[in-house]
């Protein structure tokens, strides 16, 4: 049904302009950083971006010689040095231009393709609202604040941040050439990708196994793991809602008591670890073969991004952040971009793995075979 559902989405909205660029903004779009955008979601409550269509000079990195870092909130500081220029990431038009109580001077830039990029703690704007820019063209002069010079950016979807290792590679500063699907659920904003790998948040000192650089297909006796090797995410946890079924859970609900461990399924490295809108408190691991598993609605999270955990280690405390109704765990496993039921992995009465072999296929497929 997702997929289904994913193919409608990307037929119908194939082209990268998701929303036309108003030249007229309210007063309250010149005064307001985070704030809805109108007719986003009027014909659909998903629409998609291709990345891949925007040409070399349609994509710019806000500065391009600037040392980028993941900080809390969805927010990248840029380092740099005295006097750099701040540019625009994509073509499009400033929404807001102005003097922010706390984050400087802010400049926000409305897109074609549905996002909005935020360029914060600038010393100087150098464009107006209602201007219309060009990928790369300078809107800025970076800001100073304890003893560095910086720019904060993030990008919005509808007035809420999204995680931008999903646009572009925090550290080669690469624009990633993969389709963004946009959802809308209730008060948050729910991005996937389709196509090319997304790395949450690259990690130098990781070293991913390239399983598929000499072939299609890759074969994951899950019998084979070694004890210590894996772990279940919630020990002793039951389950409370399972992958699926007609709201097309994108995970299952694990559930024991409030402020319980929750344990890294396998060893991997951390690339999210903050608040992500109804996930509330959420976790993100990538480990070796290709694979990422999400753990969300902790009440508290014990581990930061770039952290490497081992199979079995206490990560985060069970809680009811975001838009949980009770204290549990929420777990996805990821491949390739693309969620599929943990079941496929775990045999949830057991607490074990399951007895069978998977098969990882390059383009993002997985199947599953009884040993």
Same mark, same amino acid.
């Given at each position: 049904m997702r997929i289904k559902k994913l193919l409608l989405a990307i037929a119908t909205l194939t082209l990268v302009s998701a929303t036309p660029v108003k030249h007229q903004f309210t007063a309250a779009e010149q005064q307001q950083i985070s704030i809805s955008t109108p007719g986003l979601f009027d014909r659909s409550d998903a629409f998609s971006i291709d990345l891949g269509l925007l040409k070399p000079n349609e994509y710019s990195f806000p500065l391009p010689v600037g040392k980028a870092t993941m #900080?809390?909130? $969805?927010?990248?500081?840029? $380092?740099?040095? $005295?006097? $750099?220029?701040?540019?625009?990431?994509?073509d499009g038009t400033v929404r807001l231009s102005r003097k922010h109580q706390d984050m400087g001077y802010v400049i926000v830039i409305r897109h074609r393709n549905g996002l909005e990029t935020v360029y914060a703690n600038n010393a100087e704007n150098m464009v107006e609202v209602g201007q219309h820019v060009r990928a790369g063209q300078t809107i800025a002069i970076v800001g100073h604040r304890d003893g560095k010079f910086y720019c904060d950016f993030s990008i919005m979807i509808d007035g809420k941040r999204i995680n931008p290792a999903a646009v572009f590679s925090i550290n080669s500063h690469r624009l990633h050439r993969h389709t963004l699907l946009c959802e809308k659920h209730s008060s948050y904003i729910n991005v996937s990708t389709v196509g090319e790998k997304v790395d949450l948040d690259e990690n130098p000192n990781f070293t991913t196994e390239d399983v598929f650089e000499k072939k299609q297909t890759y074969k994951w006796n899950l019998e084979e793991m070694k004890k210590g090797s894996w772990a279940y995410p919630l020990p002793g946890a039951k389950v409370i809602s399972p992958y699926g079924g007609k709201r097309r859970h994108s995970g299952v609900d694990l559930k024991t008591k409030p402020n319980d461990e929750i344990v890294a399924a396998f060893d991997g490295v951390?690339? #999210?670890?903050?608040s992500h809108y109804g996930y509330g408190l959420c976790i993100v691991v990538k480990h070796a073969n290709g694979l990422e598993t999400l753990y969300s609605h902790q009440s508290k999270n014990l581990v930061k991004v770039g952290d490497k955990v081992k199979a079995g280690q206490v990560i985060g405390l069970t809680g009811r952040t975001g838009r949980a109704t009770t204290e549990h765990l929420h777990f996805e496993t990821v491949f390739k971009g693309r969620r599929f039921n943990p079941n496929l992995i775990f045999d949830h009465n057991s607490r074990q793995l399951q007895k069978s072999t998977l098969t990882l296929t390059k383009n993002g497929g997985i199947t599953s075979k009884r040993n």
């Open positions: #900080r809390k909130n $969805d927010v990248v500081q840029i $380092d740099t040095k $005295d006097g $750099d220029n701040v540019k625009a990431m994509f951390v690339t #999210r670890s903050n």
